[in-house]
């Protein structure tokens, strides 16, 4: 679905469409954002902000009394605030960002916002190594790293 000019959520299955129009399956490699990311960035804050308001509501039904209200409205609407900025920004890198690996290079696509959207591609002629890391034990758990590609 299209909402704004640089704004389509439907741009994964249209690359990879084309993509695949022109190259077999084997020759098409399609990256994205893993199912862990989605539960530790997107998921966990939601749960705990909204047990987190839950809590605070309970509170300010238990105790009843107008301070409680005046103090608590404004710090849960503040905490929604600050919470739901960097989990739209990390919910839309996990629906919208993704990489194509074909034997002409990598095509890399990353929405940074709703009018910005970067396609970059990197021939390969230009890149010198490709690596895989895992940052620590619980990625390697859930076979969640990072690739790094290193080009001239």
């Known amino acids: 679905m299209k909402f704004l000019y640089s704004f389509d959520t439907g741009l994964k299955k249209k690359t990879l469409a084309e993509f695949l129009s022109n190259r077999p ?9 893993s199912q862990l990311f989605l539960r530790i960035h997107i998921r ?14 309970l509170l300010l039904w238990y105790f009843g009394q107008a301070f409680f ?9 503040a905490g929604l605030l600050l919470i739901l900025r960097p989990v739209t920004k990390r ?3 996990f629906a919208l960002d993704f990489v194509v690996i074909t034997p002409d290079g990598v095509y ?20 010198r190594s490709i690596t895989f890391r895992y940052e620590n034990r619980v990625q ?12 001239e």
Do not use: M, T, W
């Not at 399956?25 to 954002?33: A, F």
């Not at 390697?140 to 080009?151: K, Q, R, T, V």
């Open 25 to 33: 399956r084997s020759k098409v490699l399609l990256i994205e954002r």
């Open 44 to 57: 966990i804050p939601l749960i705990a902000y909204f047990l987190g308001c839950g809590l605070l509501l």
């Open 69 to 77: 209200y005046l103090l608590g409205l404004p710090l849960a609407f």
């Open 91 to 93: 919910l839309l890198d």
């Open 108 to 127: 890399s696509y990353n929405q940074s916002g709703i009018f910005k959207r970067g396609n970059r591609f990197l021939n390969h002629h230009n890149i």
């Open 140 to 151: 390697s758990l859930f076979d969640n790293g990072n690739i790094y590609i290193l080009s």
